[in-house]
């Protein structure tokens, strides 16, 4: 008796909103899951059975994986991508908050206008801007070098945005108050703001090491030799070389995936938790 | 600890004239509060002599030295902000402290102090929360042991009282005074409350629109008020005000007609012929009296009906409709008053205010 009432009662929240919008969301997962199912699937197939749409290997092997991390240069490129996509992050957090911070906390004469002009660098297209980056790490010998990977993304229009935007959100009273404490402008912004701003750091964070690490263009164009190769153009290079083992690129995919997990599985979590302004206001 | 001194501060946003023309000295260990109402430039002074406000002209000294330029840190200032602006993220011991380390103290002393300020402020239990767990009146305290651990020249207090509820706000006024009294730090206090102005300084600076209408002590601004503004701005119920006109005037004796063409005589001669005059009163100087007949020596009689009574306890507040506009009249409680009542308001010649209508000064300085 009991348990049909409730039963009841929950069926008496389903309204036809709710039923739509759970199918919607479950439709969307499916066409973003799947792909990544097949991917892993994949990577446990042998090279014959890869053009069968079996969802499971009828004879599922680790040779793949065996061949990715003994024969190919993959260990190499992934600690390139590391390497870089790291490095741009740690950059990118301290300049574009740095920046962002000055733009949303100190009154000087062209603040708007340089606001403006770093805003108006979101709406370049990379493709514009590749000829002349190429050019310029010719011309200082950047080209085969993690810098030349990394330049074009140290500082972003996009990250410089955002962190002014979480900063204009800080009580001007906080800052004031750590000036009167005796600490110096640098030290304000490290040891106040910054705190203060984790969460817009750790999105910023995963955006751009995630934007980073799935980047192909730019790392195509400036490196030649494999060595110096990102996790995408290791991928793609795959192609060529072996012509089209699927099998072996679905590995290496996954093997390029687990990394960004770590990353989203650590920082989310800042995301999510955040630090209240519980400080002012009685 | 230190002397301040102001001379010719000014200090305009664009158009807005914030503060003009400000003059004063404050003596070594003296409380000084700045009151007047929302806006007349109380917290813009206050950020100027902590150096978080340029001054537009003028000259502001601590202990004798010019500090215009001085940047906020190398003030030796500490200040406590309305909202109280705790570092959300650090704890309340890392609160307090945060202003030692930038001086770079040894860490005993650090911890020693920070002990000491907390004893004195009650905050031992409470070192290692965030300020998101504090109530509002613990929050209070954290702002003040973060100005008190540093042991400044100056303490600048901003509003710090106002965002309590009234039952708290009086017992910190209390914790206020007394911590003064201990640690002897000249203070200037900004509050928009005149009752938290009166009961803490030693002298109030009363401001309006940017511009000093009075510097004294609470008892000076009370008994002497400069003008009108002064006089309905201190005390409370605020002072009844009414208008009469000069009729005639003698050595010894004045006759003024009131609004309803009622003639009263006073003893004073300050006055020209056709002077606007107004009166000012105390509510607690008027005697609210049922019976007809007393023709008191000295004194003014004015009819009136009462419209509201509020009892405050042992006092009662009665409000009076009459000829001359709203009285009120503050009486001992074992009065028998009702509301409608009719009533003859008893002034005493001595107790009554005199301003002049047109430059609003008190006539009587
Ligand atoms: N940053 C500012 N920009 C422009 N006007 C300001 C600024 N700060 C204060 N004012 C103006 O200056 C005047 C005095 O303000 P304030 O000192 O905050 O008053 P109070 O603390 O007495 O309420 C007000 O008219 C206010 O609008
Ligand atoms: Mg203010």
Known sequence: MKKND?????????????????????????????????????????????????????????ENYIFILKESKFLIWLLNSLWVASFSTASVLFFDSLVGYTLAKFKFRGREIVFVAILSTLMIPTEMLIIPWYMMSREFGWIDTYWGIAFPGLMTGFGTFLMRQFFLTLPDELIEAARIDGWSEFAIWWKIAMPLVIPALSALAIFHFLGNWTAFLWPLIIVNDPDMYTIPVGLASFNGEFQMDWEIVMTASCLATIPTLFVFIFLQKYIIKGIMLAGLKG | ????????????????????????????????????????????????????EDITAGNIYIDDSLINKVHPKDRDIAMVFQNYALYPHLSVKDNISFGLRAQKLPKMEVENRVLEASETLGLQGLLSRRPG???????????????????????????????????????????????????????????????????????????????????????????????????????????????????????????????????????????????????????????????????????????????????????????????????????????TLKENMKVKLIIKEEKIYQFDKISEKNLLL
Request: proline share 4%.
């Open chain 1, 6 to 62: 409730q039963i009841i009662e929950r069926l008496e929240h389903l309204n036809p909103s709710k039923i739509l919008t759970w199918t919607l969301l479950f439709i969307g997962s499916i066409v973003m899951v799947t792909p990544i199912i097949f991917m892993v699937s994949t990577s446990f197939k042998t090279g014959q059975e890869v053009y069968t749409l079996s969802l499971f290997p009828k004879s599922p092997t680790f």
């Open chain 2, 1 to 52: 600890m230190a002397n301040v001194q102001f001379e010719n501060l000014f200090k305009n946003y664009g158009e807005v004239k914030a503060v003009e023309d400000f003059n004063l000295k404050i003596a070594d260990g003296e409380f000084i509060v700045l009151v007047g109402p929302s806006g007349c430039g109380k917290s813009t002074t206050l950020r100027m002599i902590a150096g978080l």
């Open chain 2, 133 to 335: 767990e504090l109530s509002g009146g613990q929050k209070q305290r954290v702002a003040m042991g973060r100005a008190i651990v540093r042991n400044p020249k100056v303490f600048l207090f901003d509003e710090p009282l106002s965002n309590l509820d009234a039952k708290l706000r009086h017992k910190m006024r209390a914790e206020m005074k007394k911590l003064h009294k201990q640690v002897g730090t000249t203070t200037i206090y900004v509050t928009h409350d005149q009752i938290e102005a009166m009961t803490l300084a030693d002298r109030i600076v009363i401001m309006k629109d940017g511009v000093i209408e009075q510097v004294g002590t609470p008892n000076e601004v009370y008994k002497k008020p400069n003008n009108i503004f002064v006089a309905s701005f201190i005390g409370t119920p605020a002072m009844n005000f009414f208008e009469g006109k000069v009729k005639s005037c003698s050595k010894s004796l004045t006759t003024i007609t009131l609004k309803d063409q009622k003639d009263i005589k006073l003893s004073s001669n300050i006055y020209e012929k056709d002077q606007d005059i107004i009166f000012g009163i105390r509510p607690e100087d008027i005697s609210v009296n049922l019976d007809k007949k007393s023709k008191m020596k000295d004194s003014i009689e004015l009819d009136a009906e009462i419209s509201v009574i509020e009892p405050m306890g042992h006092e009662t507040v009665v409000i009076c409709d009459s000829n001359y506009g709203e009285l009120t009249g503050k009486v001992e409680s074992s009065h």
